[in-house]
């Protein structure tokens, strides 16, 4: 869950989340010895390795030294992912198949161990830094609530600029993520067909069959019973609104007539009306998004809305939805018994699904004793 998070918040905005004040003061006050004995051991290193390369007892130094770095460089991401929220996936390592000089000479040419040592050695003079405003913000508590979180945005965006995926990685990355959400796409439209198609054999095929079968009986009976045909035309006339019932309510289901004329404030505010559970709208998306974004938006809070009643407990939930530059971001809270998960086959699964059709991202943060916060991240533009 909190990989899913923290890469929905990556994804979504483009912008790096300033991390808490308490946690970024943490990470200021025992990042110095850390850094410190980074910093020693790999100059240290680099220094001994390279001055008796001669002897040959450089080249095992060296080796040690740059598997050093790597760990290190491991060892900094998941630190500033912990400690500063930090949107740093774990490098993937290709196997080298080979002997030990192979391995390194492939470990040399690796830009990832390069960006590795960059970082680490930048890291201990920003270290110092870092301690001494530590050490002033806490004697200075209301600097400390101001300044810390962006003293760790700063951190956090150098670590994610020298240890994060490089461009052409994140352009591949990116293009799989698109794949992937085409694919959902492709499968969840089918899965809506596949809906549709049942909702009509088996509700209003049916009833317009009956209609058919009332109309034909009554024909037969109309000169001879003009009673019975009567009641056959009465129960024909009965079919057909309950027929044209359940089609207005299937082309609701894809796409409801409110949300095409009045937009998704009228639209969310009935979703709400109609909710057991008090609903709170509040809905700012001016100037008014793409259709496609709009109606992902609006199933994503009625299935929520829906969850919300069925499963969760809670007495109250809130629903906001905001334009946020390029993007449309839908939040739903309730104070129910947390817990929801993003897991496969789920139903949360299925609205992250509906939201990466249009290269949208939705999360959940819904620890035991709740609040519950879905949200999802949706471009307008593609």
């Not at 899913?4 to 970024?24: N, V, Y």
């Not at 949107?87 to 030990?100: K, N």
């Not at 052409?168 to 990355?173: S, T, V």
């Not at 492709?186 to 069959?209: M, T």
Request: hydrophobic share 45%; with cysteine.
């Amino acid at each position: 869950m909190a990989d899913a998070g923290l890469a929905g918040r990556e994804e979504a905005g483009g912008r790096q989340p300033r991390p808490k004040a308490i946690r970024t003061i943490i990470y200021m006050l025992c990042g110095l010895p850390l850094r410190l004995l980074e910093f020693v051991l790999v100059v240290v290193g680099f220094a001994v390795g390279v001055s008796t390369t001669v002897i040959w007892i450089g080249i095992p130094i060296l080796m040690a030294t740059t598997s050093l770095v790597r760990g290190c460089g491991d060892l900094e991401r998941r630190w500033v992912r912990a400690m500063l929220d930090a949107p740093l996936p774990e490098v993937e390592r290709l196997p080298v198949e080979g002997g030990i000089l192979r391995r390194w000479r492939y470990r040399l040419v690796d830009g990832t161990t390069w960006r590795d040592l960059g970082y680490l050695l930048v890291s201990f003079p920003l270290a110092i830094a870092e301690f001494a405003i530590g050490i002033t913000a806490i004697v200075l508590l209301p600097m400390a609530i101001w300044v810390a979180p962006w003293v760790g945005w700063i951190r956090s965006a150098l670590a994610v600029a020298l240890l994060g995926p490089n461009r052409a990685e994140r352009l591949a990355e990116h293009a799989q993520r698109l794949q992937a959400s085409r694919a959902r796409g492709v499968d969840a439209a089918e899965a809506e067909r596949r809906r549709i198609e049942r909702d009509l054999h088996d509700g209003a095929q049916q009833r317009l069959v009956a209609v058919a079968i009332s109309l034909g009986r009554a024909k037969n009976k109309l000169n001879d019973d003009p009673v019975a045909a009567r009641g056959l035309i009465d129960e024909a006339h009965a079919d057909a609104k309950l027929a044209v019932s359940e089609l207005r309510d299937l082309a609701r289901g894809i796409y409801p007539a409110v949300l095409a004329d009045r937009g998704l404030d009228a639209a969310l505010s009935a979703q709400a009306a109609k909710s057991p559970v008090p609903v709170d709208v509040q809905v700012d998306v001016e100037p008014r998004p793409p259709a496609a974004v709009e109606t992902t938006a609006y199933f994503i809070v009625g299935e929520t809305l829906t969850n919300i009643a069925k499963h969760s407990g809670a007495t109250q939930a809130e629903v906001k939805v905001w334009r946020s530059d390029d993007k449309v971001v839908v939040e739903i809270t309730d104070n129910g018994k947390g817990g929801a998960e993003l897991r496969p086959g789920g139903g949360l699964a299925g609205l992250a699904d509906r939201a990466a059709t249009i290269d949208g991202v939705l999360t959940a943060v819904s620890p035991p004793g709740g609040p519950t916060v879905i949200r999802a991240d949706l471009p307008c533009t593609w």
